[in-house]
């Protein structure tokens, strides 16, 4: 069992101490089925404040290639750079970046913006005495099985009782449609699907054998022919009687209209995930070079994560200042909103800088995988870049 220590207005005093969350541990994985009618009990459930049965669909739902390429490419789009800064605490605000960049931000930006996902999202913190700071040094994301509503408001499911979250943990919510709720019924369609193909090539998707023998045959023709069917069946060599016919019936089938089928619900997968259907379209692309669009979330959905995040980091902010210095207004958190600029764009316009007079430090190079000797200069205008 974890326990933390905390300080008041800058101070340490162990006698301010506070168990990390207990949950009820008697609590199992949700047992799902993918059909409608399960969807529909879980949903009401939902609606009703429990989203165990939903959620764990959801997850399961994560499995798929299609869910999961589209949601790495969301996720990408708002792992950015961040600033945290303070007027005039700038130092203070300094070791506060240092702290959240050894806490693996990536990784907890991914934790908070599962709000977003599933409906919400809680993520609990250890905390260490590291230099006569608290601070947190490892974050855990609590699964949503252990949490339901009571009257709007997320609470620890105990069973026949229910127990307030901890305020030392981040309770992310959304109050939105979550992004996975309407990728279930696609993904339920296509699951429906896939069985529904694979039994009717079972069935039919082979040729059918037929043998023929005379009215009136014996039976030892019959018993012949049979053998010879299933000889024919299993191995495609057999004999047959003289007074007998086998006959190979191919089915009418086409595989095209499943493919259509799919690709029906991965380009729902990809326009409720990604705000577009290029990761259907333009999936051709992924064979032959980069394609920065093709699993790359629209802007405005970009944006729409970041501002989600902001809000949650800036609380931790909070939380770690009002611990170790606990005066004054916290520092600023935020995240950098700017277009991403491609490398040619880059380079492009380091050439014009430099052809503009400027001295190009060669860290810039670096910055784009180049490896820079120690001993490079940095470059004039009279050493021009397009010599290189």
Same mark, same amino acid.
């Given at each position: 069992?974890?326990?933390?220590?905390?300080?008041?207005?800058?101070?340490?005093?162990?006698?301010?101490?506070?168990?990390?969350?207990?949950?009820?541990?008697?609590?199992?994985?949700?047992?799902?089925?993918?059909? =409608?009618?399960?969807?529909?009990?879980?949903?009401?459930?939902?609606?009703?404040?429990?989203?165990?049965?939903?959620?764990?669909?959801?997850?399961?739902?994560?499995?798929?290639?299609?869910?999961?390429?589209?949601?790495?490419?969301?996720?990408?789009?708002?792992?950015?750079?961040?600033?945290?800064?303070?007027?005039?605490?700038?130092?203070?605000?300094?070791?506060?970046?240092?702290?959240?960049?050894?806490?693996?931000?990536?990784?907890?930006?991914?934790?908070?913006?599962?709000?977003?996902?599933?409906?919400?999202?809680?993520?609990?913190?250890?905390?260490?005495?590291?230099?006569?700071?608290?601070?947190?040094?490892?974050?855990?994301?609590?699964?949503?099985?252990?949490?339901?509503?009571?009257?709007? !408001?997320?609470?620890?499911?105990?069973?026949?009782?229910?127990?307030?979250?901890?305020?030392?943990?981040?309770?992310?919510?959304?109050? !939105?449609?979550?992004?996975?709720?309407?990728?279930?019924? !696609?993904?339920?369609?296509?699951?429906?699907?896939? !069985?529904?193909?694979?039994?009717?090539?079972?069935?039919?998707?082979?040729?059918?054998?037929?043998?023929?023998?005379?009215?009136?045959?014996?039976?030892?023709?019959?018993?012949?022919?049979?053998?010879?069917?299933?000889?024919?069946?299993?191995?495609?060599?057999?004999?047959?009687?003289?007074?007998?016919?086998?006959?190979?019936?191919?089915?009418?089938?086409?595989?095209?209209?499943?493919?259509?089928?799919?690709?029906?619900?991965?380009?729902?997968?990809?326009?409720?995930?990604?705000?577009?259907?290029?990761?259907?379209?333009?999936?051709?692309?992924?064979?032959?070079?980069?394609?920065?669009?093709?699993?790359?979330?629209?802007?405005?959905?970009?944006?729409?994560?970041?501002?989600?995040?902001? =809000?949650?980091?800036?609380?931790?902010?909070?939380?770690?200042?009002?611990?170790?210095?606990?005066?004054?207004?916290?520092?600023?958190?935020?995240?950098?909103?700017?277009?991403?600029?491609?490398?040619?764009?880059?380079?492009?316009?380091?050439?014009?800088?430099?052809?503009?007079?400027?001295?190009?430090?060669?860290?810039?190079?670096?910055?784009?995988?180049?490896?820079?000797?120690?001993?490079?200069?940095?470059?004039?205008?009279?050493?021009?870049?397009?010599?290189?």
């Amino acid at each position: 069992m974890y326990i933390r220590t905390f300080t008041l207005m800058g101070r340490f005093d162990p006698s301010l101490t506070c168990v990390m969350i207990k949950v009820n541990e008697k609590i199992h994985d949700a047992v799902v089925r993918f059909s =409608p009618s399960f969807y529909n009990r879980a949903y009401k459930s939902f609606r009703r404040g429990d989203p165990r049965d939903l959620i764990e669909m959801m997850n399961i739902a994560e499995s798929d290639s299609q869910v999961f390429g589209c949601l790495n490419g969301r996720r990408a789009g708002f792992q950015r750079q961040f600033t945290i800064s303070h007027g005039s605490r700038a130092d203070d605000a300094a070791r506060i970046s240092q702290i959240i960049k050894k806490l693996k931000p990536r990784k907890l930006f991914k934790s908070i913006q599962v709000g977003v996902l599933k409906g919400f999202s809680v993520i609990d913190f250890e905390w260490e005495i590291v230099d006569g700071w608290q601070v947190p040094v490892s974050f855990k994301p609590l699964p949503h099985k252990y949490f339901k509503f009571v009257k709007d !408001e997320l609470r620890l499911d105990f069973g026949k009782t229910t127990k307030e979250i901890q305020d030392t943990a981040l309770v992310c919510l959304n109050d !939105e449609i979550p992004v996975l709720l309407p990728v279930l019924r !696609e993904y339920i369609l296509k699951t429906f699907g896939l !069985e529904a193909w694979a039994s009717f090539l079972e069935r039919f998707g082979e040729g059918i054998i037929l043998g023929s023998y005379p009215p009136g045959a014996q039976q030892p023709i019959i018993d012949e022919l049979n053998t010879a069917v299933n000889a024919v069946a299993s191995s495609s060599r057999g004999i047959k009687p003289n007074n007998t016919d086998i006959e190979i019936v191919e089915s009418a089938r086409t595989t095209g209209d499943f493919d259509k089928f799919n690709d029906v619900c991965d380009t729902a997968f990809a326009i409720t995930i990604l705000g577009h259907a290029n990761a259907v379209k333009n999936s051709a692309g992924l064979q032959v070079g980069e394609n920065n669009s093709t699993y790359y979330a629209k802007r405005d959905i970009i944006l729409d994560d970041i501002y989600y995040i902001e =809000p949650y980091m800036q609380q931790l902010v909070e939380m770690i200042w009002s611990r170790n210095v606990g005066v004054g207004e916290a520092p600023e958190f935020v995240i950098d909103k700017k277009d991403a600029v491609s490398i040619s764009d880059q380079l492009e316009i380091i050439q014009s800088f430099a052809d503009l007079g400027g001295e190009v430090d060669p860290s810039e190079f670096a910055k784009l995988g180049l490896r820079v000797s120690d001993s490079q200069e940095v470059l004039k205008k009279d050493r021009s870049l397009s010599s290189y």
